[in-house]
Structure formats: C-alpha cells, structure tokens
C-alpha cells in the first residue's frame, strides 16, 4: 500500500469516527457513564487500530504506533468525555491499544500486497460493522428510563435500581450504600 491511499482512508476513517462520535454527543443527557466509556473505548480502539494499520502497511513501526495511538487515544478522550473521567481513561488506553496492535499488524503484513489487500477490506469492514453497533446500543439504551441518584448524582436504569419511598415520592438509587446514606439523612 502506498502511502497516500493509507493517507487518504485514514483521513476517512478519521473522519467517519468524528461523525458518529458527534452524533452520538447528542444524547450525552441520557447516557449512563459505562455507556459513555464505552463510546470512547470503541472510537478509540476501532479508530486507533484502522489508522495504525493502514499507516502501518505504508511505512514503518514507528511511525504506524506513533500515528495509530496519537489518533487512537485522542479519539478515546475526546469522546470517552461522554462517560467522565473513567471514560477518558478507558476511552485512552483503548485507542492506545488499538494504534499499536493495528500498527504491529500493517508493518507485519506489508511484505505481501494480497496480504495487505483483503487484511485492509477485512479491518474497514469490521472498523464500520463495530461503529454501527456502537450507534445502535446507544439508540436502544435511549429507551431505557433513567433516575438520577438523589445521593451520588449517578444516572440508573429503572430496572436495574434500588428504590425507597419516602414523603409520597419514590427514590432511586444505584448501590445500597446510597439508599443508607438517603435513609440517614433524607433532608441532606
């Protein structure tokens, strides 16, 4: 592969990444924050690993790790943000990841261009199935009735919560341990 096709389909893929992430950036009010880690981790690591492989099949090691984790772990922050702190991280060590193994991949497949060929078709197609999957998990979670936490601030799925009645109003929370911290001192 010469180097302004990996060129010219990472910019694509970089591109196509930042689209699905903005429009995933529209729901940030009713995400959860593992939903949130999960869209940094996937544009992340996705993004990371299809840059890092085509860049790779281009040129050298290092310049397909280095190109394939800056993107990989810059993708993974920016829209890891949706899921907090842990979302960054997590969004960043994914993309990191990514770079690298996609890197590692291009370089070692590089010697035979057939090779390279149906590696390249296979990863945009797997690359383009997981960002349709990621867009589609976020759509059906949207579904799903969310509460916020009257103690920590966490959002939690109606189903998945524990709940307490008090003063007429039913309150959610996500872990016992808010239920006897709101029992202790509803006021608060």
Not at 57 to 69: H, I, K, R, W
Request: aromatic content about 10%; proline content about 2%; hydrophobic content about 55%.
């Amino acid at each position: 592969m010469n180097l302004t096709l990996a060129a010219s389909l990472s910019l694509a893929a970089v591109l196509l990444s930042a689209g699905v992430g903005w429009y995933l950036r529209r729901f940030k009010s009713a995400l959860t924050e593992m939903l949130g880690m999960m869209i940094g981790m996937t544009l992340g690591m996705m993004t990371g690993i299809v840059v890092g492989y085509l860049v790779g099949a281009a040129t050298d090691m290092f310049l397909s790790n280095l190109v394939g984790v800056l993107v990989g772990v810059g993708f993974g922050i920016a829209f890891g943000r949706l899921g907090g702190l842990m979302g960054m991280m997590d969004g960043a060590m994914g993309g990191m990841m990514g770079g690298m193994m996609g890197g590692m991949l291009g370089v070692m497949l590089q010697y035979e261009t057939t090779y390279v060929a149906i590696t390249a078709v296979f990863m945009i197609a797997l690359y383009m199935m997981a960002l349709a999957a990621l867009v589609r998990l976020v759509r059906q979670a949207l579904v799903v009735t969310f509460f916020v936490d009257p103690v920590c601030g966490m959002k939690v799925d109606a189903s998945q919560v524990i709940t307490l009645a008090h003063g007429g109003e039913t309150y959610y929370f996500c872990a016992p341990a808010c239920r006897e911290a709101f029992v202790s001192d509803p006021g608060r």
